[in-house]
């Protein structure tokens, strides 16, 4: 037979272990919230890096036309001399 003082006791426990059951619960919704933010961070820093590698493709491609086009010039340059 449980006496009262048992179902106190088990009742304290259980309030323990709830408390920190919902403790835990709240530390892991924080935690996959920072989680959540560091892959948003990552997917801009990833897009990011996709735009500025996107651009210096482009600028490379324009200097190659502009050194294309310095070097006809000059090849002109001599011929007309």
Known sequence: MVSQEDTTIIAGQLA???RNVEQMA??????GERADSHDRRADSQQTRT?????RIRIAAGELAE????LHAAANALREAT
């Open 26 to 31: 709240a530390q892991l919704k924080a935690l």
């Open 50 to 54: 996709d735009i500025q590698q996107e």
């Open 16 to 18: 323990d272990l709830t």
């Open 66 to 69: 502009v050194s294309d086009r």
